[in-house]
């Protein structure tokens, strides 16, 4: 089976910085565009950012400028790189991942992480 499994949250202070890893594991033939998404109690889930498998990349309004996303390839992996953190960025951060495996193609979701911006 295919997995995605975040890592990196935790809590930081206002101003601060994170750097979220998402690490796929399983069969995987192939990955297209992966993303990081975030969920606050009571608030829908909402993209922070993608990058595509060629390495071009869009962001939420709200991060622009202060996150980053990248990807390494060969280890099957995305970050999240977060900088001027701001207690609104406040969530579970999820990442998902359109993969190929051996029999399909589909979306993947991870289990989350979260990241608590507070002084």
């Known amino acids: 089976q295919v997995q995605l499994v975040e890592s990196g949250g935790g809590l930081v202070q206002p101003g601060g910085s994170l750097r979220l890893s998402c690490a796929a594991s399983?069969?995987?033939?192939?990955?297209?565009?992966m993303g990081w998404y975030r969920q606050a109690p009571g608030k829908q889930r909402e993209l922070v950012a993608v990058?595509?498998?060629?390495?071009?990349?869009n962001y939420a309004d709200s991060v622009k400028g202060r996150f980053t996303i990248s990807r390494d390839n060969a280890k099957i992996t995305v970050y999240l790189q977060m900088n001027s953190l701001k207690p609104e960025d406040t969530a579970v951060y999820y990442c998902?991942?359109?993969?190929?495996?051996?029999?399909?193609?589909?979306?993947?979701w991870g289990q989350g992480t979260q990241v608590t911006v507070s002084s």
């Open positions: 998902k991942g359109y993969i190929v495996d051996m029999y399909n193609a589909s979306e993947y």
């Open positions: 399983g069969s995987i033939f192939s990955t297209y565009d």
């Open positions: 990058i595509t498998s060629s390495g071009r990349s």
